[in-house]
């Protein structure tokens, strides 16, 4: 039998490679070869030169992608900066790319309706933040909202209890920022907030806040606000829940869950899947998001330097990817945990599942044709330390997370794979390409402010330490004096009110 040796050049630089499955047949006058494919699994290659080979290459990067023994578990890649750095999102380097021009649109609408309830309700399901919200079945003990609080902003005939049975009460919690240290800005100490804010969805679709408590610990200095209080109590309540959901975007939903999780895949896969395995081609969409988060990490560091959170940010992290599941970034199942499968007017659920679907599809095309049983998946050994190096490196192997440390079935594998390529595609484009447009245009949302207004003497102070005032005869409450009322008011000088932002044409 003749043998055949054949060259495929797939470029003429060093270092030049094709992402594309590529196959050979020999034809002939009398015939033509069995296809033979280049792509293969370990299991494939028969000869041991070929497999040394795939050793060689994968211990090669290996060395060059090495955990960092002074960090931990965190793995520092040897490579040189980019030369030219990716412009993403509002800040880059910690300033404005100044070639990024948003159609106005967006921020005009935004500038314009940033105060209102209605829109305050639909950032949280469209906004740079979609992931915070979630079905409220019962009230925690920490914000003890009593029906008569909401009671007007429910309508008429219904009550709380009815509300969120029937499942039309949603809460965000931003437990995560609780005590984390904040820093100074010119030698003026900042505040950071962990608020709780209820929603309820109106019979009109639309989704408004009907209750705020700043803090996690209930009590006579920590008011709960509502929409019926003086205009500026309100908005500076629903100011707070912005600037806070600021930062749980920028560390956790935008930093940690895309940028991040995007490099822990990247490297698990340049360690441990040779360029000829057929998963290798998942590499092709691992590529924009890690090397932006090379060239603009000081730009998400630079935001919150300017917002005096520096001090704290890797305690969030650190409790942001404790509090990572592997249902969480499954969006299918993600919305299915959070209760979210039927509430109106979420257009990130509803674009969300149809790339989830679209990626999903092709992913099983790819997996189909190369794994055609269980037990091929199960068997691949490089495909298991890629599972593993995930699980180890990037979530630092908490069973609890549900992440896999292996993968036993074709449909397991299928599903993962869809998980990384919408973590580094479809879902860091819905955290991400909004921040222009909304970010820059909401002065309510990244914005240095004051002390948190705690103080006893607030108009809803927590019924669990202070009896609730009675409504009076006109069915009005009655409103003491805020003990901010001076800083609240727009005709007088106030820190917070002061601020260029909320002094700028956007009020």
């Not at 023994?69 to 040897?78: L, T």
């Not at 909401?150 to 609780?178: I, N, Q, W």
């Not at 919150?304 to 199942?333: F, I, K, M, N, Q």
């Not at 901010?484 to 008011?489: F, I, K």
Request: hydrophobic share 35%; net charge negative; with cysteine.
């Amino acid at each position: 039998m003749a043998v055949y040796k054949v060259n495929v050049a797939t470029g003429d630089v060093l270092q030049a490679g094709t992402n594309n499955s590529i196959s050979i047949t020999l034809v002939g006058s009398r015939g033509e070869s069995r296809r033979k494919n280049i792509r293969k699994k370990l299991v494939d290659d028969e000869l041991e030169i070929l497999k040394e080979h795939r050793q060689k290459e994968l211990k090669a990067r290996q060395e060059h992608l090495l955990p960092d023994a002074g960090k931990g578990d965190r793995w520092v890649p040897r490579v040189s900066s980019p030369t030219s750095r990716g412009e993403e999102g509002p800040v880059a380097g910690g300033q404005l790319g100044a070639d990024i021009q948003p159609p106005p649109l967006v921020p005009d609408y935004v500038a314009r309706h940033w105060r209102e309830d209605d829109f305050f309700g639909y950032q949280f399901l469209n906004g740079n933040n979609p992931i915070v919200i979630r079905r409220c079945t019962a009230l925690p003990p920490k914000f003890p909202v009593t029906p008569e609080m909401v009671a007007p902003s429910l309508g008429g005939g219904t009550h709380l209890a009815k509300e969120m049975e029937e499942g039309r009460v949603f809460l965000v919690d931003y437990e995560v920022l609780e005590g984390i240290p904040s820093g100074t800005i010119h030698g003026r100490q900042q505040h950071v907030t962990a608020p709780l804010c209820l929603l309820h969805q109106s019979a009109d679709g639309l989704l408004r806040p009907i209750a705020i408590q700043l803090s996690q610990t209930p009590g006579p200095a920590s008011p709960i606000f509502l929409p019926s209080d003086s205009e500026w109590d309100w908005l500076l309540a629903k100011t707070w829940v912005r600037n806070a959901d600021f930062y749980s975007h920028q560390l956790l939903t935008h930093l940690l869950r895309t940028h991040l999780f995007a490099e822990v895949f990247a490297v698990a896969t340049l360690r441990q899947l040779p360029s000829c395995h057929p998963l290798f081609k998942v590499r092709s969409h691992l590529r924009a998001t890690p090397l932006v988060s090379l060239g603009v990490t000081g730009g998400h560091w630079g935001a919150l330097e300017a917002l005096g959170v520096t001090v704290g940010h890797w305690g969030v992290l650190e409790r942001g990817l404790e509090s990572v599941t592997y249902t969480s970034l499954c969006l299918p199942d993600d919305i299915h945990h959070r209760g979210l499968s039927h509430l109106p007017n979420y257009h990130y659920r509803d674009d969300g599942l149809r790339l989830w679907e679209a990626i999903a599809s092709f992913v099983s095309g790819i997996v189909d044709f190369y794994y055609g049983e269980d037990v091929v998946v199960s068997g691949d050994t490089e495909l298991q330390a890629w599972v593993m190096d995930i699980f180890t490196n990037g979530f630092l192997g908490r069973t609890s997370s549900g992440i896999p440390s292996s993968l036993q079935t074709v449909q397991e594998l299928s599903k993962f794979l869809t998980m990384v390529m919408f973590t580094c595609s479809t879902q860091h484009a819905a955290v991400n390409n909004g921040q222009v447009g909304q970010g820059t245009s909401d002065p309510s949302k990244n914005l240095p402010i004051q002390p948190v207004p705690m103080l006893e003497g607030c108009p809803h102070p927590s019924p669990v330490h202070v009896g609730r005032t009675s409504p009076t005869p006109s069915g009005e409450r009655p409103h003491p004096p805020h003990p901010h009322a001076r800083e609240l008011s727009p005709s007088l000088s106030s820190p917070l009110l002061s601020s260029p932002l909320l002094s700028s044409p956007l009020l």
